[in-house]
């Protein structure tokens, strides 16, 4: 993981970006491309989705980057954008959220690994969207509390509170979800099964 007081984008590439420079925005798309997806994806429950808002993103953040008044603050502008760009594909969404169209399972996953993805899954389906929004911004995207409070448009306190929310039914479903995995293994080492 990322340390979250380590650079995201270098003082040299935001500049060029905001300057115009194709280039640098380029490079900065590809190599951001598969986050900003994944957080759009984690917010919308749906991929077709999460591409069409990313793409939205990018384009926003490219018509807008003369309007960047603190560059050292590109990364919390940038994902304030991304989560505008993903509110508004959900208001145009004309279904339920479908978490399912996200990647369960990795290659070379163990099935208790794939347990906890699906109990995560079915989380953040269930929460409401500003605690999903949180637990995103802290989790997937390896924000600051007060970094992700900013691209939230929230105070520091909403922030903290939704975030720790989202925490405590999260942390209820996986040990839900581990309990019954418990009652389902009882008896599988017994001599018999063997």
Same mark, same amino acid.
């Given at each position: 993981?990322? +340390?979250?007081?380590?650079?995201?984008?270098?003082?040299?590439?935001?500049? @060029?970006?905001?300057?115009? +420079?194709?280039?640098?925005?380029? #490079?900065? %798309?590809?190599?951001?491309?598969?986050?900003?997806?994944?957080?759009?994806?984690?917010?919308?429950?749906?991929? &077709?989705?999460?591409?069409?808002?990313?793409?939205?993103?990018?384009?926003?953040?490219?018509?807008?980057?003369?309007?960047?008044?603190?560059?050292? !603050?590109?990364?919390?502008?940038?994902?304030?954008?991304?989560?505008?760009?993903? &509110? =508004?594909?959900?208001?145009?969404?004309? $279904?339920?959220?479908?978490?399912?169209?996200?990647?369960?399972?990795?290659?070379?996953? $163990?099935? #208790?690994?794939?347990?906890?993805?699906?109990? %995560?899954?079915?989380?953040? &389906?269930?929460?409401?969207?500003?605690?999903?929004?949180?637990?995103?911004?802290?989790?997937?995207?390896?924000?600051?509390? =007060?970094?992700?409070?900013?691209?939230?448009?929230?105070?520091?306190?909403?922030?903290?509170?939704?975030?720790? @929310?989202?925490?405590?039914?999260?942390?209820?479903?996986?040990?839900?979800?581990?309990?019954?995995? +418990?009652?389902?293994? !009882?008896?599988?080492?017994?001599?018999?099964?063997?």
């Amino acid at each position: 993981m990322r +340390d979250k007081s380590g650079p995201y984008i270098t003082s040299e590439a935001v500049s @060029r970006i905001c300057s115009g +420079d194709i280039t640098a925005y380029e #490079e900065f %798309v590809r190599e951001q491309w598969t986050a900003a997806v994944r957080t759009c994806c984690l917010i919308l429950g749906n991929l &077709h989705d999460a591409e069409e808002a990313a793409q939205d993103a990018f384009v926003n953040l490219y018509k807008s980057r003369g309007q960047l008044r603190e560059p050292n !603050k590109f990364r919390v502008w940038f994902y304030r954008i991304l989560l505008n760009a993903a &509110h =508004r594909r959900r208001r145009r969404q004309s $279904k339920a959220l479908s978490v399912s169209d996200m990647e369960i399972l990795a290659p070379g996953d $163990k099935i #208790e690994q794939a347990d906890t993805r699906i109990a %995560v899954r079915d989380v953040l &389906h269930d929460i409401s969207k500003p605690e999903r929004i949180a637990l995103v911004l802290c989790y997937f995207c390896d924000l600051t509390d =007060r970094e992700a409070s900013i691209a939230a448009g929230w105070p520091l306190g909403t922030y903290k509170w939704r975030l720790a @929310r989202a925490r405590r039914q999260m942390a209820g479903r996986l040990k839900e979800s581990q309990a019954l995995q +418990d009652e389902c293994c !009882k008896g599988v080492n017994e001599p018999w099964m063997k």
